[in-house]
């Protein structure tokens, strides 16, 4: 099922290298049909929910997958389907209405969510690395200091540590006056398509920007290549080279995940205002809020032995 969406997707994307190198004169007008578009986007969205509900069903009813490893992924299954039904749906009704009409408070509404959810995402993959380190630096323990409680309260604390400082920049970004043009270059409302708006001085703002993506994206990623560090040492000083691999293996997806992430998010937000162009900022936003989500099932899916063993079992069971 999710070696069929995959390949699916790899047919649209031969399609749209077909029409922009055998027809470059049509490319244009063929890949702006609002219809075309509908469907790419519509077919992401519908792999990312299959994809990440298929991995949340699996890891609660297969006891195999009963581990703080899948007990986190299984969230970060669900939070990257709320990431994304705050973005495409949007996106699909703007395509079949040609309005892109939005009010400012549901562009408010939209912003906080993505802000939230993002953060979110990036303190769970930052709790996936520490439990990985735990896994692989301090095996004995393992079950000690990772148990279903503190695997909970981890959870737990990764949603409620970021609500109030986004509620907090979102109430400040759109409290600011807003004399401009009513129209955001963009195809959701970012925090830099939204500044851009606004008529005031917003260096204050600017500045609680990079405060809070300093807070919630560098700092996290700093202790994930902290404890990558830790776990690559740890990895090397193994004698057996079938043990070096299945535990570079466990890490392998998460690693991909982070950088992928971490990367087009980064830049996003911790770039100079005066050296951003609108149009590399859509690419951005276009990989971090999509195209990522969609490829993540597909690593964490296809690069994990286990959970491809448990889909087995669930499609036996289900054609059985």
Same mark, same amino acid.
């Given at each position: 099922? #999710?070696?069929?969406?995959?390949?699916?997707?790899?047919? %649209?994307?031969?399609?749209?290298?077909?029409?922009?190198?055998?027809?470059?004169?049509?490319?244009?007008?063929?890949?702006?049909?609002?219809?075309?578009?509908?469907? @790419?986007? $519509?077919?992401?969205?519908?792999? @990312?929910?299959?994809?990440?509900?298929?991995?949340? $069903?699996?890891? =609660?009813?297969?006891?195999?997958?009963? !581990?703080?490893?899948?007990?986190?992924?299984?969230?970060?299954?669900?939070?990257?389907?709320?990431?994304?039904?705050?973005?495409?749906?949007?996106?699909?009704?703007?395509?079949?209405?040609?309005?892109?009409?939005?009010?400012?408070?549901?562009?408010?509404?939209?912003?906080?969510?993505? +802000?939230?959810?993002?953060? !979110?995402?990036?303190? +769970?993959?930052?709790?996936?690395?520490?439990?990985?380190?735990?896994?692989?630096?301090?095996?004995?323990?393992?079950?000690?200091?990772?148990?279903? =409680? @503190?695997?909970?309260?981890?959870?737990?604390?990764?949603?409620?540590? %970021?609500?109030?400082?986004?509620?907090?920049?979102?109430?400040?970004?759109?409290?600011?006056?807003?004399?401009?043009?009513?129209?955001?270059?963009? *195809?959701?409302?970012?925090?830099?398509?939204?500044?851009? #708006?606004?008529?005031?001085?917003?260096?204050?703002?600017?500045?609680?920007?990079?405060? %809070?993506?300093?807070?919630?994206?560098?700092?996290?990623? %700093? +202790?994930?290549?902290?404890?990558?560090?830790?776990? @690559?040492?740890?990895?090397?000083? +193994?004698?057996?080279?079938?043990? =070096?691999?299945?535990?570079?293996? !466990?890490?392998?997806?998460?690693? !991909?995940?982070?950088?992928? *992430?971490?990367?087009?998010?980064?830049?996003?937000?911790?770039?100079?205002?005066?050296?951003?162009?609108? =149009?590399?900022?859509? /690419? /951005?936003? #276009? *990989?971090?809020?999509?195209?990522?989500?969609?490829?993540?099932?597909?690593?964490?899916?296809?690069?994990?032995?286990?959970?491809?063993?448990? $889909?087995?079992?669930? #499609?036996?069971?289900?054609?059985?």
């Amino acid at each position: 099922m #999710l070696g069929g969406m995959e390949f699916l997707l790899l047919t %649209v994307m031969a399609y749209d290298r077909y029409v922009a190198i055998c027809n470059p004169l049509h490319y244009p007008m063929v890949m702006n049909n609002k219809w075309i578009l509908f469907g @790419i986007f $519509l077919l992401m969205y519908l792999t @990312i929910l299959m994809c990440n509900s298929t991995i949340m $069903l699996i890891t =609660r009813i297969d006891p195999a997958l009963q !581990t703080p490893m899948y007990f986190f992924l299984s969230n970060f299954s669900f939070v990257e389907i709320c990431y994304v039904t705050v973005t495409i749906p949007r996106m699909l009704m703007d395509l079949c209405t040609l309005k892109g009409n939005i009010s400012i408070f549901a562009c408010a509404a939209q912003m906080c969510f993505i +802000l939230m959810l993002g953060g !979110t995402e990036c303190l +769970l993959l930052t709790a996936m690395a520490y439990d990985r380190y735990v896994a692989i630096c301090n095996p004995l323990h393992y079950s000690l200091v990772m148990s279903h =409680r @503190i695997c909970t309260q981890l959870v737990t604390a990764c949603w409620i540590s %970021v609500i109030p400082v986004v509620i907090g920049q979102t109430y400040q970004i759109f409290s600011l006056p807003f004399c401009r043009s009513n129209r955001i270059n963009h *195809f959701i409302c970012d925090i830099p398509p939204v500044l851009k #708006l606004a008529c005031g001085d917003t260096f204050v703002n600017e500045i609680a920007v990079y405060i %809070v993506a300093m807070v919630f994206v560098m700092v996290p990623f %700093v +202790l994930i290549l902290v404890s990558y560090c830790k776990i @690559i040492f740890s990895i090397l000083k +193994l004698s057996s080279a079938k043990g =070096r691999a299945k535990a570079f293996s !466990t890490c392998s997806s998460h690693l !991909t995940v982070v950088v992928l *992430f971490y990367g087009t998010a980064g830049i996003t937000y911790l770039q100079p205002k005066p050296t951003q162009s609108e =149009r590399i900022g859509k /690419l /951005l936003s #276009l *990989f971090y809020t999509i195209l990522i989500p969609t490829l993540n099932p597909i690593i964490y899916t296809l690069r994990n032995k286990d959970i491809m063993m448990a $889909l087995r079992k669930l #499609l036996s069971k289900l054609l059985a």
